[in-house]
């Protein structure tokens, strides 16, 4: 069984930087498609970026595209989201998910998640 915890959420203004981390544990890391979710109030979840067991390669979503970055590091067992040029619309419970079978939304979600951490963004 994975375990995942998420951490390095909080309250920001608009504009400002949060990078979030989460690690895992319970199988290789390397082993396995990490990405990240969103939640926010009344609003179904979004994929945010994904990335898979090496770290080469990566997905981020359109709404965050240019603003987010996704990295890993497997020495560690730690996954990260860099948020840059943060808006009030990232405000969410952002979660991590792990999966062994790929990196698709239904993988995630077969997989292991985190108890999410809240990012709240004022302007």
């Known amino acids: 069984q994975v375990h995942v915890e998420e951490s390095g959420g909080g309250s920001v203004q608009a504009g400002d930087s949060l990078r979030l981390s989460c690690s895992a544990s319970?199988?290789?890391?390397?082993?396995?498609?990490m990405g990240w979710f969103r939640q926010a109030p009344g609003k179904d979840r979004e994929l945010v970026a994904r990335?898979?067991?090496?770290?080469?390669?990566?997905d981020t979503g359109d709404s965050v595209r240019g603003r987010f970055t996704i990295s890993r590091d497997n020495s560690k067992s730690t996954m990260f989201l860099q948020m840059s040029n943060l808006r009030p619309e990232d405000t969410a419970v952002y979660y991590c998910?792990?999966?062994?079978?790929?990196?698709?939304?239904?993988?995630?979600?077969?997989?292991?998640w985190g108890q999410g951490t809240q990012v709240t963004v004022s302007s």
């Open positions: 319970g199988r290789t890391f390397s082993d396995l498609f």
């Open positions: 990335i898979s067991g090496s770290g080469r390669s990566t």
């Open positions: 998910a792990a999966s062994r079978w790929g990196w698709r939304t239904i993988d995630f979600e077969a997989g292991s």
